[in-house]
């Protein structure tokens, strides 16, 4: 099957680019990479992968309540939910779902944040980091909702994961940005900083004409201790790790008529031809520590593929066939802890009618007690590989 390809192929995008006194430590172990074959196959109803269901409901948090989950977190004692549109605050919970503590400080005073445009839990678990955008700065909180400190980063910026006590990771948008001269290396996507906010090296030059595409250019997301970095409508994601950033799964889209690895030349015309007319990955997706999801699209109609991660194995699913009562939220899933995915369904959903069918009695057991105000219902599934 013939394959297109439209300019700069990322089969080099592990080298770092050094600047100021980093130094590249990244070494490109393609022993850990998956490729993962996406198949001209039958989709399986979503029903035949799910081995269970558990569920926790998010308790009551007073006047400030969550509109829509942005963010989720976890740590040993706690989930942090984050409301970055909605809300526009952090919710701190224990496991068992009540709540801990809410930190709401909209406004523009040295403690305040005038948005959330990204969270991050610290490597020792014990402190919540606020990156806001619009306000040039980083703040961080204890697990209390406390305030500790406060950052100023000019730089605009869209992401912030810290990896480790000594490196806080920061993406920034594309373009021209002026703050970012003093940069050795302008045009990368990927800032790594010390502690203090202090240039260390960077990574990912911007693939994209950023006047042309109006999407983030780079997708950094955090499953647990795992960091992925991926560049949307491309067939690689890479994990950052102690070695460096190393290719983690690979795309093999050919059978299904794919097209990846879009660079500069890439026009909105011709963007929405190939999606057209072709398979795309826009990079949606999640990961548990058994199984990914991989949101696949063509013609604007999105098609799920599961891969487990041990043997290997790629399953197109549907929830158009789902039979059951909570089968059809986990293509919902944004997030994942553990072994679990995790779909975040709000408290109104379970008020509606429900037929009598597999699964109502937990579906009504979640129902029981809730009202269309309460806070949303975290439902935790467990996958295995269809009999």
């Not at 929830?319 to 072994?339: C, D, M, P, V």
């Amino acid at each position: 099957m013939k394959h297109y390809s439209f300019a700069l192929i990322f089969a080099g995008l592990l080298l770092y680019s050094c600047g100021g006194n980093g130094t590249s430590n990244s070494t490109g172990d393609l022993s850990r990479m998956d490729r993962v074959e996406i198949k001209d196959q039958r989709q399986i109803p979503v029903d035949s992968v799910i081995e269970k269901i558990d569920y926790i409901k998010l308790g009551k948090t007073g006047d400030a309540l969550i509109g829509q989950v942005t963010h989720l977190l976890f740590t040993p004692d706690h989930i942090i939910v984050g409301d970055a549109d909605q809300a526009k605050a952090i919710f701190i919970f224990d496991r068992a779902g009540n709540s801990q503590a809410v930190i709401n400080r909209l406004g523009r005073g040295p403690q305040e944040y005038q948005g959330i445009t990204d969270i991050d839990i610290s490597p020792d678990q014990q402190k919540i980091i606020v990156l806001d955008s619009w306000g040039d700065k980083l703040l961080t909180f204890d697990m209390n909702g406390n305030f500790l400190n406060k950052q100023t980063f000019t730089p605009f910026s869209r992401i912030v994961k810290w990896l480790d006590p000594e490196t806080i990771l920061i993406g920034i948008s594309g373009g021209d940005n002026p703050e970012l001269d003093t940069y050795t290396t302008k045009e990368d996507l990927l800032l790594f900083m010390d502690s203090t906010l202090q240039f260390k090296y960077s990574a990912f030059p911007n693939r994209f004409n950023s006047d042309i595409f109006k999407f983030d250019p780079l997708v950094v997301k955090r499953f647990d201790d795992r960091v992925l970095i991926s560049v949307p409508y491309s067939d690689t994601i890479y994990q950052y790790t102690s070695h460096g950033i190393q290719p983690r799964y690979k795309l093999d889209m050919e059978e299904v008529d794919g097209i990846a690895n879009f660079g500069k030349d890439m026009t909105n015309e011709k963007l929405r031809q190939i999606k057209n007319d072709h398979t795309t990955f826009p990079h949606i997706y999640v990961e548990s520590d058994d199984f990914s999801l991989f949101y696949l699209s063509k013609d604007k109609i999105m098609f799920p593929v599961l891969f487990n991660k041990n043997n290997k194995q790629t399953y197109n699913i549907t929830a158009h066939q789902s039979r059951t009562a909570l089968g059809e939220y986990i293509l919902w899933s944004a997030f994942s802890h553990k072994n679990q995915f995790i779909s975040v369904v709000p408290a109104f959903e379970f008020l509606t009618f429900c037929p009598d069918v597999p699964g109502v009695e937990l579906r009504n057991e979640i129902k029981e007690g809730l009202t269309d105000e309460d806070n949303p219902v975290l439902l935790f599934y467990t996958f295995k590989d269809p009999e």
